[in-house]
């Protein structure tokens, strides 16, 4: 089944790039099932060239390009954000950050959820195929800057002081290593006041402690930066609240 989902990654999209704004309908098709959980498939994008992004899950996990290839980052040549809602100008402030996004993701400010297809134009003789990163959502961090390593998926909380993460995962991997949900305590470390953590957001943390005894015991992670998820629309942002809810 693992094998069936992973082929289904690859797409040849049977439309014109005169009918791309058909596409995302067949996109989602394949996004659901391909991504069966909300904390999944999300992934840091920086771009390299005017026609070049790179597509890397974050931490060790491989990616399966659409050429079939295992590597721990996938080029791709185009990248689509309409399908995450946002007004142009949203898309464009997001587009604005990628150019100065470095490799190392323990630098990553932007992190994007979405799946890869491979499109095939026959607007052209002959036909040309390429492949296309194509956004549901996208989050961004309050600043540019050095931070750990390891992320998280807030997915509730607080309660009683903890907070119920999972540590970030793709299944566009051979194999899924399911992370089961730990009620965590996250302990700011990073510049500045200690900010909230909405239940859509990811933290980047650099150690973990654990808290009691027990096969799933409460953690202690030591967080130093947050992604919250830009929310499409227009809504009022202050100046310390750019792209961030």
Not at 28 to 48: C, F, K, M, N
Not at 103 to 108: I, L, Q, S, T, Y
Not at 153 to 159: D, H, I, K, Y
Not at 161 to 170: A, I, K, S, V
Request: charged letters at 20%.
């Amino acid at each position: 089944m693992k094998r069936q989902i992973l082929a289904m990654a690859v797409i040849m999209m049977a439309g014109c790039v005169d009918d791309l704004p058909e596409a995302p309908e067949a996109a989602d098709a394949v996004e659901s099932a391909l991504i069966t959980d909300p904390w999944q498939g999300i992934y840091a994008v920086r771009q390299s060239s005017t026609n070049r992004f790179i597509v890397n899950p974050l931490g060790s996990m491989q990616i399966t390009c659409y050429d079939g290839i295992r590597n721990l980052e996938c080029p791709v040549q185009r990248l689509s954000l309409s399908g995450t809602g946002l007004p142009s100008s949203r898309q464009q402030e997001i587009r604005n950050r990628l150019p100065s996004e470095p490799p190392d993701e323990r630098m990553a400010s932007v992190l994007l959820k979405g799946t890869i297809v491979n499109v095939r134009d026959h607007g052209t003789v002959p036909p040309t195929y390429y492949p296309e990163f194509r956004a549901t959502a996208a989050y961004l961090a309050p600043t540019v800057r050095n931070h750990g390593g390891g992320f998280a998926w807030v997915e509730s909380g607080p309660q009683n002081g903890f907070q119920t993460t999972r540590l970030l995962n793709t299944d566009l991997t051979p194999e899924r290593d399911v992370s089961f949900p730990h009620s965590t305590r996250l302990l700011w470390v990073g510049p500045g006041s200690a900010p909230s953590y909405p239940p859509d957001s990811f933290v980047a943390y650099r150690a973990v402690r654990v808290i009691g005894p027990g096969l799933a015991p409460p953690l202690e992670m030591d967080v130093d930066q947050r992604f919250v998820r830009v929310m499409p629309g227009p809504f009022p942002i202050g100046p310390a609240e750019l792209l961030v809810r």
